[in-house]
């Protein structure tokens, strides 16, 4: 990659696309005789060479149990710390407060389960209408306990979120407010930390779906305040899984 600065503020950036193309080894198939072309990047990315390497070698070198005595064992706890490390710096916690699972899904319905434990009727949770389905049937399963499923409205103008409605929706029986930072459907990104602070002054406890933001932007969960946040590392060429942030004090009570 090279950079040209061209401002105070502003750089021109320009990569090699023909290396950046040979580091993903799927991109050399061909369909039909055509090279093929990957055209479902919200779903989820191609994965580079690394990835793979370190895959690869780690099912070949150390597969084991964690918490062992013996040297693969140990390396397996290594791996573990090191990429707890690792996403606690991208998304601006500690490393104490990153939960790993299969997917962003999975790890929602194991949270909104927890949380469910101490809600029952009377509770309320608000959801939102530029959600993904991740993000709100976990949450919707609660409605069992007899909680009350509150949506917030979209500008079906240009497809945002309403926030005077979402404003309006919440009071001193909400315990939840769900919220994805960015619309998988139509890219809309949303004020989560305005969204943050409203649910923290009636008392109630902010999710964040993260998923189609976190391979696009900066995430600073210090700065947004959340109480989690929830992403899939699949989407920005890792293996197939999902990681959750959540606040330390929330972690040890659910």
């Known amino acids: ?6 401002g105070p503020l502003q750089a021109d950036t320009s990569l090699d696309l023909a290396w950046v193309r040979v580091q993903f080894p799927s991109l050399s198939q061909r369909v039909n005789g055509h090279p093929a072309t990957f055209l479902d990047g919200p779903g989820g990315t191609q994965v580079p060479q690394r990835v793979i390497d370190a895959i690869s070698g780690y099912l070949r070198e150390n597969n084991a149990n964690t918490c062992g005595a013996y040297a693969t064992s140990r390396n397996t706890d290594r791996v573990i710390t090191d990429a707890r490390s690792a996403m606690a710096d991208f998304l601006g916690c500690d490393s104490d407060e990153i939960v790993f699972g299969p997917n962003m899904t999975t790890l929602t319905f194991a949270m909104s389960r927890a949380i469910g434990r101490e809600l029952g009727p009377g509770d309320e949770i608000l959801l939102t209408h530029l959600d993904h389905d991740a993000n709100i049937s976990p949450w919707r399963a609660l409605v069992e306990r007899g909680v009350k499923i509150q949506f917030a409205e979209i500008r079906e103008e240009d497809c945002t979120l309403n926030l005077e409605d979402l404003a309006s929706k919440i009071n001193s029986r909400t315990r939840v407010v769900a919220v994805g930072y960015a619309s998988n459907a139509v890219g809309t990104i ?6 943050v602070r409203l649910a923290h002054n009636a008392g109630a406890m902010a999710y964040i779906d993260a998923v189609h933001y976190a391979p696009h932007g900066p995430i600073d969960v210090r ?7 929830a992403c899939s590392t699949y989407k920005f060429f890792a293996p197939h899984m999902g990681v959750l942030y959540g606040k330390r004090e929330h972690l040890a009570r659910f």
């Open 1 to 6: 990659m090279t950079t040209r600065t061209v």
């Open 190 to 195: 949303n004020d989560v930390k305005t969204i």
């Open 223 to 229: 700065d947004l305040d959340c109480d989690f946040l």
